[in-house]
């Protein structure tokens, strides 16, 4: 886990979450995420002008979202299973990356994910592991096909090509929930506002223009990839979009010039104590 949460900036999987939301939710004045873990999603709205609220079951982890990722933000600390005190039609993100398959009654807590949407709102669930294929979930997988009842007006997608679609530059294309058996995991996007993708320019996907931007820390001080796990590499490796070895400089300012780099995650924006 903590390698998880100490690399996320770049893990493809964060990615295709970035992804997710700006081809649906690219510039949301609120954002509400269900298991906000330290914040990393929170803190890239954040940086694009959202007021943002996240919640977990983990106290330290909002701990270290308020004291070093996203001060900012109003966290709370709940179950979702119990109460949400919450007022309902408020957000114009609603959004939960790489937990909605943890979260029991499914039905129910989707059901009052979809009543905090505003009536320009759109719902991102993403990184759901799928059951039918080989993963990495310590949590329990599901299907694409047997969530499509759930989200009948929701656009699917394999989390690979959401990625790809962020290193690309262009709009992520959806798959019916049928196609998706083989991949290892998919996401969805949804609500009253749901629009067709646009093109993944960089919105919420990059850094802010003028962000102070350090060298990936997966890099050794040759500019190697250094793997922090066996685990690791074996997850994040094979859909790495940035190269086994950079030219890139310890820092630099988001620029064009640096653009490229920041978009491969050889370059990333860490919070100012990180």
């Known amino acids: 886990v903590a390698d998880y949460f100490a690399h996320r900036w770049s893990d493809p999987t964060y990615l295709a979450g970035l992804a997710l939301v700006e081809a649906h939710c690219p510039a949301p004045s609120t954002a509400f995420e269900l298991a906000c873990g330290i914040g990393h999603h929170l803190r890239a709205l954040a940086g694009r002008g959202a007021a943002v609220t996240g ?13 070093w990722v996203v001060p900012g933000a109003t966290l709370i600390c709940l179950d979702a ?61 599901m299907c694409a096909a047997e969530l499509s009842p759930m989200f009948p007006d929701g656009l699917f997608y394999d989390d690979d090509e959401l990625t790809r679609a962020l290193a690309e530059g262009r709009a992520p294309v959806a798959s019916a929930p049928t196609a998706l058996s083989g991949v290892e995991a998919f996401a969805i996007a949804a609500g009253p506002a749901l629009r067709p993708a646009q093109a993944v320019l960089g919105g919420l996907a990059l850094p802010p223009a ?30 790495a979009t940035y190269p ?8 630099a300012i988001h620029d064009a010039a640096h653009r490229a780099q920041a978009r491969r995650r050889e370059l990333v924006h860490l919070p100012e104590r990180w």
């Open 55 to 67: 919640v977990d079951v983990v106290f330290a982890k909002l701990w270290v979202a308020r004291h």
């Open 81 to 141: 299973a119990g109460e949400w005190p919450l007022p309902t039609g408020g957000f114009e993100l609603v959004a939960c990356h790489d937990a909605f398959y943890f979260l029991e009654p499914k039905a129910a807590i989707l059901a009052r994910l979809r009543s905090l949407l505003s009536t320009d709102g759109v719902l991102a669930i993403g990184h759901v592991h799928n059951r039918e294929a080989t993963n990495f979930s310590a949590g329990s997988g």
């Open 210 to 239: 003028g962000a102070v931007l350090s060298r990936n820390p997966l890099y050794d001080d040759a500019g190697r990839l250094a793997w922090p796990s066996p685990r690791y590499h074996r997850e994040y490796g094979p859909r």
């Open 244 to 251: 086994p070895q950079t030219a890139a400089p310890l820092t």
